[in-house]
């Protein structure tokens, strides 16, 4: 079965966002500063967020978006 994403960057404030799935949630931390889950309120992974990404360099961002 097919699935669409929803990628959308905000140049201004200097975000990715990437949503899997549009249901009402919220946003919590990973274990990097700079990804945030978003969280549906049954508790699955429906997306992230990705801070400053213009100011990433290196080695590819890896984050755990545990449910």
């Known amino acids: 079965m097919a699935k669409n994403i929803k990628v959308w960057f ?4 200097d975000f990715l966002e990437v949503t899997f799935e549009e249901a009402p949630g919220y946003m919590r931390e990973t274990d990097r500063d700079e990804v945030m889950a978003r969280v549906a309120m049954d508790g699955r992974v429906i997306g992230f967020q990705i801070l400053g990404v213009s ?3 290196g080695p590819p961002l890896e984050a755990s978006l545990v449910a």
Do not use: G, I, M, V
């Open 10 to 13: 905000d140049e201004e404030a």
């Open 55 to 57: 100011r990433l360099k």
